[in-house]
């Protein structure tokens, strides 16, 4: 059974920096395409990165130059690095197998995708 699990999350004060963590369980995560996603209150889901197979990461607009996803194999983990946190970053985060980068949302393809549970991220001074 796929399982993927966040974590990292917590309160950070504005301009500050987080690192989530995305450990796969009964997959290996180098295989897959995986995308970063995040829900803010009240608002829809929004895909933030989808990072191919083949090691090219696309990002969403508003997380491009302060966001960057990395792997590592051996801990079979992806990385959410998140630096000059805003307040509008404010969301739970997830992460999720068979994004797609050709879609606007990187939302995996209907019957695909398996998903974590989510990992809360404040930034709030």
């Known amino acids: 059974q796929v399982q993927l699990a966040e974590s990292g999350g917590g309160l950070v004060q504005p301009g500050g920096s987080l690192r989530l963590s995305c450990a796969g369980f009964?997959?290996?995560?180098?295989?897959?395409?995986i995308g970063w996603f995040r829900q803010a209150p009240g608002k829809e889901r929004e895909g933030i990165s989808c990072?191919?197979?083949?090691?090219?990461?696309y990002y969403a607009d508003s997380v491009k130059g302060r966001f960057t996803v990395s792997r590592d194999n051996a801990k079979n983990t992806v990385y959410l690095q998140m630096n000059s946190l805003k307040p509008e970053d404010t969301a739970v985060y997830y992460c999720?197998?068979?994004?797609?980068?050709?879609?606007?949302?990187?939302?995996?393809?209907?019957?695909?995708?398996?998903w974590g549970q989510g990992t809360r991220v404040t930034v709030s001074s």
């Open positions: 999720a197998t068979d994004c797609d980068y050709s879609s606007s949302n990187y939302d995996p393809p209907p019957g695909f995708g398996s």
């Open positions: 990072s191919s197979s083949a090691g090219t990461t």
């Open positions: 009964g997959i290996i995560l180098d295989y897959n395409d």
